[in-house]
T-cell receptor, first 114, second 114 residues
Framework: NAGVTQTPKFRILKIGQSMTLQCTQDMNHNYMYWYRQDPGMGLKLIYYSVGAGITDKGEVPNGYNVSRSTTEDFPLRLELAAPSQTSVYFC?????????????FGPGTRLTVT | AQSVTQLDSQVPVFEEAPVELRCNYSSSVSVYLFWYVQYPNQGLQLLLKYLSGSTLVESINGFEAEFNKSQTSFHLRKPSVHISDTAEYFCAVSASGGAGKSTFGDGTTLTVKP
């Protein structure tokens, strides 16, 4: 099991550029999430998905888009990068059923927009 | 709406001393509660969780947390800390269990000094 993998690890974007952050999990988890973490702050939920083909907005979705065509992959798209999107982005997946809960985070993508 | 307040942004403590990291939450519905640990330049790891049942939950590395519904708290404790416990700790609350729209606190930096 590789767990949750994210690419790239680091990226510098110019204002107005676009990019896709990749996230893949190999644990067959239904739930997947994208969070951003700003310095000195907790994580803020951007988007989440409860299964392939189903996505929904979190707390801070503006400026981002997601898709979930397979159980394994949950890419995050930034269309017009802005300095306010400078952050560390974490993808996570989870599994929950009666009496059992597990959740794993990826190692993060550090994004700088200048 | 739900929210989480971690009452201490930094907690310095000497090795082998006890520690308590405080977390209060607010929610209008029943909640699930989590503690995560983040080591430098890494993603978050789930440390322990309260989903139902016993209000005292334990992790494999000696931490414990107690769900107190009347105080709306979920404080994290360890009777004797090690240098290796130095990390950032996040408390999170979710009103929807595995579907995760978790709300995170801003984190507490635990620094264990020799």
């Amino acid at each position: 099991n590789a767990g949750v993998t994210q690419t790239p690890k680091f990226r510098i974007l110019k204002i107005g550029q676009s990019m896709t952050l990749q996230c893949t999990q190999d644990m067959n988890h239904n739930y997947m999430y994208w969070y951003r973490q700003d310095p000195g702050m907790g994580l803020k939920l951007i988007y989440y998905s409860v299964g392939a083909g189903i996505t929904d907005k979190g707390e801070v979705p503006n400026g981002y888009n997601v898709s979930r065509s397979t159980t394994e992959d949950f890419p995050l798209r930034l269309e017009l990068a802005a300095p306010s999107q400078t952050s560390v982005y974490f993808c996570a997946s989870s599994y929950w059923t009666s009496g059992k809960y597990e959740q794993y985070f990826g190692p993060g993508t550090r994004l700088t927009v200048t | 709406a739900q929210s989480v307040t971690q009452l201490d942004s930094q907690v310095p403590v000497f090795e082998e001393a006890p520690v308590e990291l405080r977390c209060n939450y607010s929610s209008s519905v029943s909640v699930y509660l989590f503690w995560y640990v983040q080591y430098p330049n890494q993603g978050l790891q789930l440390l322990l969780k309260y989903l139902s049942g016993s209000t005292l939950v334990e992790s494999i590395n000696g931490f414990e947390a107690e769900f107190n519904k009347s105080q709306t708290s979920f404080h994290l404790r360890k009777p004797s800390v090690h240098i290796s416990d130095t990390a950032e700790y996040f408390c999170a609350v979710s009103a929807s269990g595995g579907a995760g729209k978790s709300t995170f606190g801003d984190g507490t930096t635990l620094t264990v000094k020799p």
